[in-house]
Protein backbone atom coordinates (compact mmCIF):
# COMPACT_ATOMS: atom_id res chain seq x y z
CA UNK A 1 0.00 0.00 0.00
CA UNK A 2 1.22 3.25 -0.74
CA UNK A 3 0.02 5.55 2.14
CA UNK A 4 2.42 7.99 4.25
CA UNK A 5 3.56 6.64 7.29
CA UNK A 6 3.36 8.15 10.34
CA UNK A 7 6.05 7.27 12.52
CA UNK A 8 5.75 7.06 16.03
CA UNK A 9 9.24 8.11 17.32
CA UNK A 10 10.02 6.28 20.38
CA UNK A 11 13.49 7.69 21.43
CA UNK A 12 12.57 10.24 24.06
CA UNK A 13 11.37 7.33 26.05
CA UNK A 14 14.54 4.96 25.56
CA UNK A 15 17.61 4.98 27.30
CA UNK A 16 20.31 7.38 26.73
CA UNK A 17 21.87 6.47 22.74
CA UNK A 18 24.88 7.48 20.95
CA UNK A 19 24.14 8.26 17.48
CA UNK A 20 26.41 5.69 14.60
CA UNK A 21 26.67 6.94 11.54
CA UNK A 22 26.50 4.60 8.82
CA UNK A 23 26.30 8.31 6.16
CA UNK A 24 24.36 10.84 6.38
CA UNK A 25 20.75 11.76 6.44
CA UNK A 26 18.17 8.99 6.67
CA UNK A 27 21.14 6.43 6.66
CA UNK A 28 22.30 7.51 9.93
CA UNK A 29 20.93 4.98 13.00
CA UNK A 30 20.64 4.70 16.49
CA UNK A 31 22.09 2.14 18.76
CA UNK A 32 20.75 2.08 22.22
CA UNK A 33 22.85 1.47 24.77
CA UNK A 34 21.64 -1.07 27.19
CA UNK A 35 18.99 -2.16 25.10
CA UNK A 36 19.41 -5.92 25.28
CA UNK A 37 21.11 -6.31 21.84
CA UNK A 38 24.64 -7.86 21.60
CA UNK A 39 25.97 -7.33 18.23
CA UNK A 40 28.33 -10.26 17.04
CA UNK A 41 30.28 -11.17 14.06
CA UNK A 42 30.37 -13.73 11.89
CA UNK A 43 32.20 -15.86 14.29
CA UNK A 44 29.78 -15.13 17.49
CA UNK A 45 32.45 -12.68 18.84
CA UNK A 46 31.01 -9.18 20.42
CA UNK A 47 31.99 -6.42 17.94
CA UNK A 48 32.45 -4.28 20.88
CA UNK A 49 33.66 -5.81 24.25
CA UNK A 50 32.63 -3.83 26.44
CA UNK A 51 29.03 -3.55 25.08
CA UNK A 52 27.17 -4.08 28.97
CA UNK A 53 24.41 -6.13 26.56
CA UNK A 54 27.44 -9.39 25.70
CA UNK A 55 26.88 -10.95 28.71
CA UNK A 56 27.23 -14.93 27.12
CA UNK A 57 30.08 -17.33 27.20
CA UNK A 58 32.55 -15.71 24.78
CA UNK A 59 35.60 -18.21 25.07
CA UNK A 60 36.18 -18.96 21.70
CA UNK A 61 37.03 -15.49 21.15
CA UNK A 62 40.45 -14.21 20.78
CA UNK A 63 41.18 -11.48 23.33
CA UNK A 64 43.69 -9.97 21.65
CA UNK A 65 43.45 -10.78 18.02
CA UNK A 66 46.22 -10.66 15.27
CA UNK A 67 45.76 -7.08 13.29
CA UNK A 68 43.20 -8.12 10.05
CA UNK A 69 41.98 -6.45 6.88
CA UNK A 70 39.03 -5.03 6.48
CA UNK A 71 36.86 -8.10 4.90
CA UNK A 72 35.90 -7.66 1.67
CA UNK A 73 32.05 -6.45 1.07
CA UNK A 74 29.85 -9.16 -0.33
CA UNK A 75 28.09 -6.60 -2.78
CA UNK A 76 29.90 -6.30 -6.17
CA UNK A 77 31.07 -2.90 -7.34
CA UNK A 78 27.93 -2.77 -10.09
CA UNK A 79 25.65 -3.78 -7.48
CA UNK A 80 23.22 -1.69 -5.34
CA UNK A 81 20.59 -3.05 -2.77
CA UNK A 82 18.20 -0.13 -2.97
CA UNK A 83 16.13 -1.60 0.14
CA UNK A 84 17.03 0.45 3.38
CA UNK A 85 16.05 -0.09 6.77
CA UNK A 86 13.06 -2.52 5.92
CA UNK A 87 11.06 -3.51 9.37
CA UNK A 88 9.40 -6.80 10.22
CA UNK A 89 6.41 -6.49 13.30
CA UNK A 90 6.15 -9.47 15.38
CA UNK A 91 2.57 -9.30 17.08
CA UNK A 92 2.92 -10.64 20.36
CA UNK A 93 -0.12 -9.71 22.85
CA UNK A 94 -1.67 -10.84 25.80
CA UNK A 95 -4.37 -8.78 27.53
CA UNK A 96 -7.07 -9.55 29.57
CA UNK A 97 -8.71 -6.14 29.78
CA UNK A 98 -10.50 -6.54 26.27
CA UNK A 99 -13.56 -8.36 26.16
CA UNK A 100 -12.79 -11.50 25.23
CA UNK A 101 -9.13 -11.56 26.53
CA UNK A 102 -6.46 -11.37 23.67
CA UNK A 103 -4.10 -13.80 23.36
CA UNK A 104 -2.15 -13.75 20.24
CA UNK A 105 2.05 -14.85 21.01
CA UNK A 106 4.49 -14.38 18.65
CA UNK A 107 7.29 -16.75 17.58
CA UNK A 108 9.93 -16.76 15.44
CA UNK A 109 11.40 -19.93 14.26
CA UNK A 110 12.95 -21.77 11.24
CA UNK A 111 9.91 -23.25 10.02
CA UNK A 112 6.21 -21.42 9.85
CA UNK A 113 7.00 -18.45 11.43
CA UNK A 114 10.39 -17.90 9.71
CA UNK A 115 11.24 -14.11 9.04
CA UNK A 116 12.29 -13.47 5.38
CA UNK A 117 13.43 -10.06 4.02
CA UNK A 118 12.93 -9.19 0.26
CA UNK A 119 15.63 -7.16 -0.86
CA UNK A 120 15.55 -5.40 -3.94
CA UNK A 121 18.58 -4.77 -6.11
CA UNK A 122 19.51 -3.62 -9.55
CA UNK A 123 22.93 -4.37 -11.04
CA UNK A 124 24.82 -1.96 -13.80
CA UNK A 125 24.98 -4.61 -16.61
CA UNK A 126 23.49 -8.15 -17.08
CA UNK A 127 24.87 -10.02 -14.45
CA UNK A 128 26.98 -10.04 -11.35
CA UNK A 129 28.31 -12.38 -8.42
CA UNK A 130 26.87 -11.61 -4.71
CA UNK A 131 28.83 -12.77 -1.97
CA UNK A 132 27.53 -14.65 1.23
CA UNK A 133 26.51 -12.56 3.97
CA UNK A 134 25.48 -13.29 8.00
CA UNK A 135 25.44 -10.80 10.90
CA UNK A 136 24.42 -12.45 14.48
CA UNK A 137 23.12 -10.70 17.63
CA UNK A 138 22.53 -12.77 20.68
CA UNK A 139 18.96 -12.07 22.30
CA UNK A 140 18.68 -10.98 25.92
CA UNK A 141 16.71 -13.62 27.65
CA UNK A 142 14.36 -10.57 28.98
CA UNK A 143 12.79 -10.22 25.41
CA UNK A 144 11.62 -13.82 25.81
CA UNK A 145 8.03 -14.97 27.05
CA UNK A 146 10.18 -18.17 28.21
CA UNK A 147 13.29 -16.36 29.91
CA UNK A 148 15.42 -18.54 27.29
CA UNK A 149 19.17 -17.41 27.63
CA UNK A 150 21.57 -17.95 24.70
CA UNK A 151 19.32 -17.30 21.66
CA UNK A 152 21.13 -16.24 18.40
CA UNK A 153 19.64 -14.53 15.64
CA UNK A 154 21.26 -14.19 11.92
CA UNK A 155 20.21 -12.40 9.14
CA UNK A 156 21.70 -14.54 6.39
CA UNK A 157 21.77 -14.69 2.54
CA UNK A 158 23.93 -17.21 0.23
CA UNK A 159 25.98 -16.56 -2.50
CA UNK A 160 24.30 -16.41 -5.63
CA UNK A 161 24.19 -14.91 -9.22
CA UNK A 162 22.40 -12.29 -9.73
CA UNK A 163 20.64 -10.75 -12.75
CA UNK A 164 19.96 -6.94 -14.28
CA UNK A 165 17.11 -6.42 -11.38
CA UNK A 166 15.55 -8.36 -8.80
CA UNK A 167 15.02 -9.52 -5.32
CA UNK A 168 17.35 -11.53 -2.42
CA UNK A 169 15.70 -13.36 0.02
CA UNK A 170 17.58 -12.74 3.21
CA UNK A 171 16.50 -15.09 6.37
CA UNK A 172 16.45 -14.92 9.87
CA UNK A 173 17.94 -17.84 11.52
CA UNK A 174 17.01 -18.82 15.03
CA UNK A 175 20.19 -20.76 17.00
CA UNK A 176 18.91 -21.57 20.81
CA UNK A 177 21.33 -24.92 20.64
CA UNK A 178 22.88 -22.95 24.07
CA UNK A 179 19.53 -22.63 25.38
CA UNK A 180 15.68 -24.42 25.15
CA UNK A 181 16.85 -26.35 21.75
CA UNK A 182 13.89 -26.16 19.97
CA UNK A 183 14.77 -24.46 16.78
CA UNK A 184 12.23 -21.31 18.18
CA UNK A 185 12.31 -17.72 19.75
CA UNK A 186 8.93 -17.14 22.16
CA UNK A 187 8.66 -13.00 22.28
CA UNK A 188 8.18 -11.54 25.21
CA UNK A 189 4.32 -10.72 25.31
CA UNK A 190 3.27 -7.29 25.40
CA UNK A 191 -0.16 -5.25 26.28
CA UNK A 192 -1.86 -2.62 24.65
CA UNK A 193 0.04 -0.04 25.60
CA UNK A 194 -0.88 2.76 22.16
CA UNK A 195 3.05 1.95 21.52
CA UNK A 196 2.14 0.89 18.33
CA UNK A 197 5.48 0.35 16.84
CA UNK A 198 6.62 -1.83 19.40
CA UNK A 199 10.16 -2.43 20.72
CA UNK A 200 13.51 -3.38 19.32
CA UNK A 201 14.29 -7.34 19.46
CA UNK A 202 17.06 -6.91 17.05
CA UNK A 203 19.01 -4.69 14.64
CA UNK A 204 21.19 -5.77 11.71
CA UNK A 205 23.26 -4.17 9.79
CA UNK A 206 23.52 -5.19 5.73
CA UNK A 207 25.45 -3.79 3.15
CA UNK A 208 24.15 -2.15 0.25
CA UNK A 209 26.97 -0.92 -1.72
CA UNK A 210 30.70 -1.67 -1.91
CA UNK A 211 31.23 0.93 1.21
CA UNK A 212 27.54 1.35 2.36
CA UNK A 213 25.58 -0.48 4.85
CA UNK A 214 21.61 -0.19 6.10
CA UNK A 215 19.48 -1.51 8.89
CA UNK A 216 17.03 -4.43 9.05
CA UNK A 217 14.93 -3.99 12.37
CA UNK A 218 12.92 -6.50 14.55
CA UNK A 219 10.36 -5.01 16.82
CA UNK A 220 7.79 -6.59 18.83
CA UNK A 221 4.18 -4.99 19.09
CA UNK A 222 0.94 -5.93 20.73
CA UNK A 223 -0.70 -4.58 17.28
CA UNK A 224 -0.69 -5.68 13.69
CA UNK A 225 0.88 -3.56 11.62
CA UNK A 226 1.26 -3.50 7.79
CA UNK A 227 3.84 -3.97 5.06
CA UNK A 228 4.32 0.00 5.04
CA UNK A 229 3.41 0.82 8.35
CA UNK A 230 0.43 3.17 7.18
CA UNK A 231 -2.28 0.72 8.93
CA UNK A 232 -2.41 -0.67 12.44
CA UNK A 233 -5.09 -3.06 14.12
CA UNK A 234 -5.65 -4.76 17.48
CA UNK A 235 -5.93 -8.85 16.76
CA UNK A 236 -9.19 -10.35 18.76
CA UNK A 237 -10.22 -13.50 19.16
CA UNK A 238 -13.39 -15.43 18.35
CA UNK A 239 -15.54 -16.64 21.53
CA UNK A 240 -17.13 -18.85 18.59
CA UNK A 241 -13.86 -20.63 16.94
CA UNK A 242 -10.72 -19.58 18.66
CA UNK A 243 -9.43 -17.50 15.17
CA UNK A 244 -7.99 -14.27 15.42
CA UNK A 245 -9.32 -11.40 13.40
CA UNK A 246 -8.85 -8.03 12.34
CA UNK A 247 -10.65 -5.54 14.64
CA UNK A 248 -11.51 -3.79 11.42
CA UNK A 249 -11.93 -3.28 8.16
CA UNK A 250 -9.16 -2.63 5.31
CA UNK A 251 -8.54 0.54 4.96
CA UNK A 252 -11.32 1.89 7.79
CA UNK A 253 -10.74 5.67 9.68
CA UNK A 254 -9.88 3.81 13.03
CA UNK A 255 -6.58 2.09 11.76
CA UNK A 256 -5.37 4.41 8.90
CA UNK A 257 -2.18 6.02 10.56
CA UNK A 258 -2.90 9.97 9.92
CA UNK A 259 -6.59 10.24 9.65
CA UNK A 260 -8.23 12.23 12.01
CA UNK A 261 -10.69 9.35 13.75
CA UNK A 262 -7.33 7.36 13.77
CA UNK A 263 -7.18 4.99 17.50
CA UNK A 264 -6.72 1.11 17.04
CA UNK A 265 -8.60 0.48 19.73
CA UNK A 266 -11.93 1.95 18.54
CA UNK A 267 -14.36 -0.59 16.49
CA UNK A 268 -17.47 0.27 14.96
CA UNK A 269 -20.07 2.24 17.70
CA UNK A 270 -23.17 0.94 15.76
CA UNK A 271 -23.10 -0.98 12.51
CA UNK A 272 -23.19 2.22 10.76
CA UNK A 273 -20.79 4.08 11.98
CA UNK A 274 -18.86 5.42 8.85
CA UNK A 275 -15.31 5.36 10.19
CA UNK A 276 -15.56 1.79 10.57
CA UNK A 277 -16.18 1.55 6.82
CA UNK A 278 -13.24 1.36 5.35
CA UNK A 279 -12.50 0.58 0.71
CA UNK A 280 -14.29 -1.26 -1.23
CA UNK A 281 -12.00 -3.58 -3.49
CA UNK A 282 -12.33 -5.54 -6.55
CA UNK A 283 -11.87 -9.25 -5.68
CA UNK A 284 -8.27 -10.07 -6.44
CA UNK A 285 -6.97 -7.09 -6.26
CA UNK A 286 -3.92 -5.25 -5.33
CA UNK A 287 -4.75 -2.14 -2.73
CA UNK A 288 -4.03 0.37 -5.08
CA UNK A 289 -5.72 3.07 -4.37
CA UNK A 290 -9.13 2.23 -6.52
CA UNK A 291 -10.59 0.53 -3.02
CA UNK A 292 -10.65 3.66 -1.45
CA UNK A 293 -14.31 5.39 -0.39
CA UNK A 294 -15.07 8.67 1.68
CA UNK A 295 -17.99 8.66 3.66
CA UNK A 296 -19.77 11.94 4.51
CA UNK A 297 -22.15 9.94 6.45
CA UNK A 298 -23.95 6.70 7.19
CA UNK A 299 -25.87 6.36 4.13
CA UNK A 300 -23.34 7.57 1.40
CA UNK A 301 -19.92 6.86 -0.19
CA UNK A 302 -18.12 8.46 -2.57
CA UNK A 303 -15.15 7.20 -4.52
CA UNK A 304 -11.61 8.60 -4.36
CA UNK A 305 -10.27 7.49 -7.79
CA UNK A 306 -12.75 7.38 -10.86
CA UNK A 307 -13.12 4.76 -13.28
CA UNK A 308 -12.52 2.95 -16.73
CA UNK A 309 -13.64 0.39 -18.54
CA UNK A 310 -10.41 -1.17 -19.56
CA UNK A 311 -9.50 -4.03 -18.38
CA UNK A 312 -5.98 -4.81 -16.58
CA UNK A 313 -4.30 -8.35 -15.59
CA UNK A 314 -1.81 -5.67 -13.93
CA UNK A 315 -3.08 -2.25 -13.20
CA UNK A 316 -1.09 0.72 -13.05
CA UNK A 317 -3.12 2.94 -11.66
CA UNK A 318 -6.44 3.95 -8.87
CA UNK A 319 -8.93 3.73 -10.89
CA UNK A 320 -11.84 1.05 -10.86
CA UNK A 321 -12.27 -1.47 -13.55
CA UNK A 322 -15.67 -1.37 -14.49
CA UNK A 323 -17.00 -4.70 -15.72
CA UNK A 324 -19.89 -7.07 -16.07
CA UNK A 325 -17.78 -10.00 -14.94
CA UNK A 326 -13.98 -9.84 -13.99
CA UNK A 327 -11.88 -6.63 -13.83
CA UNK A 328 -9.09 -8.82 -15.31
CA UNK A 329 -8.66 -9.90 -19.30
CA UNK A 330 -7.30 -13.35 -17.74
CA UNK A 331 -9.12 -14.46 -14.43
CA UNK A 332 -7.34 -16.05 -12.48
CA UNK A 333 -8.95 -17.85 -9.12
CA UNK A 334 -5.54 -17.63 -6.92
CA UNK A 335 -4.97 -13.87 -6.29
CA UNK A 336 -6.37 -13.63 -2.96
CA UNK A 337 -5.77 -17.25 -1.94
CA UNK A 338 -3.83 -18.08 1.08
CA UNK A 339 -0.97 -16.30 2.89
CA UNK A 340 1.35 -16.11 0.29
CA UNK A 341 -0.95 -14.86 -2.46
CA UNK A 342 -0.04 -12.43 -5.31
CA UNK A 343 -2.11 -10.01 -4.74
CA UNK A 344 -1.76 -10.05 -0.54
CA UNK A 345 -4.05 -7.22 0.75
CA UNK A 346 -4.00 -8.64 4.35
CA UNK A 347 -0.91 -7.84 6.58
CA UNK A 348 1.51 -10.47 6.62
CA UNK A 349 0.41 -13.88 9.04
CA UNK A 350 -3.12 -12.49 8.00
CA UNK A 351 -5.43 -13.73 4.54
CA UNK A 352 -9.54 -13.22 3.68
CA UNK A 353 -11.45 -15.98 5.43
CA UNK A 354 -12.78 -18.55 3.23
CA UNK A 355 -16.91 -19.54 3.05
CA UNK A 356 -17.04 -22.02 5.92
CA UNK A 357 -14.74 -19.77 8.46
CA UNK A 358 -17.05 -16.79 7.78
CA UNK A 359 -19.63 -19.48 8.36
CA UNK A 360 -18.33 -20.46 11.20
CA UNK A 361 -18.96 -17.48 12.55
CA UNK A 362 -21.92 -16.95 11.27
CA UNK A 363 -24.37 -20.12 10.87
CA UNK A 364 -27.42 -18.13 9.35
CA UNK A 365 -29.50 -18.48 11.73
CA UNK A 366 -29.18 -15.36 12.57
CA UNK A 367 -26.67 -12.86 11.77
CA UNK A 368 -25.39 -12.60 15.75
CA UNK A 369 -22.25 -9.69 14.87
CA UNK A 370 -24.74 -8.01 12.96
CA UNK A 371 -27.24 -6.98 14.92
CA UNK A 372 -24.70 -7.22 17.48
CA UNK A 373 -26.30 -9.52 20.19
CA UNK A 374 -23.72 -11.28 21.99
CA UNK A 375 -21.23 -12.29 21.11
CA UNK A 376 -20.45 -9.45 18.60
CA UNK A 377 -16.65 -9.08 18.67
CA UNK A 378 -15.96 -8.39 14.76
CA UNK A 379 -18.53 -5.39 15.09
CA UNK A 380 -19.00 -5.68 11.16
CA UNK A 381 -20.69 -2.73 9.79
CA UNK A 382 -22.95 -1.69 6.41
CA UNK A 383 -20.14 -0.35 4.23
CA UNK A 384 -22.04 -0.55 0.74
CA UNK A 385 -20.57 -1.96 -2.27
CA UNK A 386 -19.24 -0.17 -4.86
CA UNK A 387 -21.50 -1.16 -8.11
CA UNK A 388 -19.16 -2.73 -11.00
CA UNK A 389 -21.34 -1.42 -13.94
CA UNK A 390 -21.17 1.93 -13.14
CA UNK A 391 -18.40 2.43 -10.19
CA UNK A 392 -21.02 4.43 -7.99
CA UNK A 393 -21.34 3.22 -4.07
CA UNK A 394 -24.97 2.19 -3.05
CA UNK A 395 -26.49 0.36 -0.04
CA UNK A 396 -24.01 2.23 2.46
CA UNK A 397 -25.72 1.83 5.76
CA UNK A 398 -27.80 -0.71 4.81
CA UNK A 399 -25.89 -3.71 3.76
CA UNK A 400 -22.69 -5.23 3.94
CA UNK A 401 -21.25 -7.83 1.42
CA UNK A 402 -17.56 -9.44 2.68
CA UNK A 403 -15.65 -11.07 0.32
CA UNK A 404 -14.25 -14.16 0.98
CA UNK A 405 -11.68 -16.49 -0.93
CA UNK A 406 -13.87 -18.96 -1.66
CA UNK A 407 -14.42 -18.77 -5.54
CA UNK A 408 -17.81 -19.82 -7.14
CA UNK A 409 -16.70 -19.51 -10.93
CA UNK A 410 -14.54 -17.59 -12.91
CA UNK A 411 -16.22 -14.63 -12.89
CA UNK A 412 -18.09 -14.84 -10.06
CA UNK A 413 -16.64 -15.22 -6.17
CA UNK A 414 -18.61 -15.60 -2.45
CA UNK A 415 -18.94 -12.92 -0.26
CA UNK A 416 -21.12 -13.17 3.35
CA UNK A 417 -23.80 -10.95 3.33
CA UNK A 418 -25.60 -9.00 5.75
CA UNK A 419 -28.70 -6.61 5.26
CA UNK A 420 -29.65 -3.97 8.27
CA UNK A 421 -32.70 -4.87 7.88
CA UNK A 422 -33.00 -8.32 8.35
CA UNK A 423 -32.07 -10.73 11.04
CA UNK A 424 -29.63 -12.86 9.18
CA UNK A 425 -26.54 -13.82 7.05
CA UNK A 426 -26.07 -16.18 4.08
CA UNK A 427 -23.60 -16.61 1.05
CA UNK A 428 -23.84 -14.28 -1.57
CA UNK A 429 -21.96 -14.59 -5.19
CA UNK A 430 -20.74 -11.01 -6.65
CA UNK A 431 -18.65 -10.80 -9.72
CA UNK A 432 -15.44 -9.89 -9.25
CA UNK A 433 -15.36 -6.30 -10.40
CA UNK A 434 -17.68 -5.44 -7.93
CA UNK A 435 -16.12 -3.02 -4.95
CA UNK A 436 -16.84 -5.17 -1.34
CA UNK A 437 -15.43 -4.69 2.20
CA UNK A 438 -12.39 -6.92 3.45
CA UNK A 439 -11.99 -8.12 6.84
CA UNK A 440 -8.56 -10.23 7.43
CA UNK A 441 -8.21 -13.39 9.82
CA UNK A 442 -4.75 -14.99 10.81
CA UNK A 443 -4.19 -18.23 9.11
CA UNK A 444 -4.09 -21.45 11.32
CA UNK A 445 -0.46 -22.09 10.73
CA UNK A 446 0.29 -19.21 13.00
CA UNK A 447 -2.53 -20.28 15.82
Not at 96 to 123: E, M, Q, R
Not at 245 to 250: C, E, H, M, Y
Amino acid sequence: MSFKRLRLINILILPIAVLLATGCGSDAYVKEIGDGICELDANGCPIDPNDPDCTGDYSHCTLNPDPKPDPVSPIPSNMIIDTRNPVEYITSICDKSFNPPISVIGVIDNGANKITVPLHYTVAGDSATLGAYTKTVKIDPSLSEEGEANVFLSFVWGKQQVSSEGYIMAEVVVDDSAGNNDGRFVTKCRTADRNYYGVPLAIFDYPVTTLDYSQFTIKVTAYVIDDDGGHIWLPIVSPNTGAVWLNNNLDADYITVGNPHFDPHQQAVTSQDPFAYGGLYQWGRKADGHQLVKYPNKASGVAVNGETDKKADEPTGSLFIKSNDDWRVNPDKTLWLGIDAKNRVCPKKFRLASGDEWKAEYDGRGALGWTWLPPSFLKLTATGRRNSADGLVYGSGVDGHYWTSTVFNTNLSFTMFFNYYEDDSYMYQFVKAEGNPVRCRMDDKFL
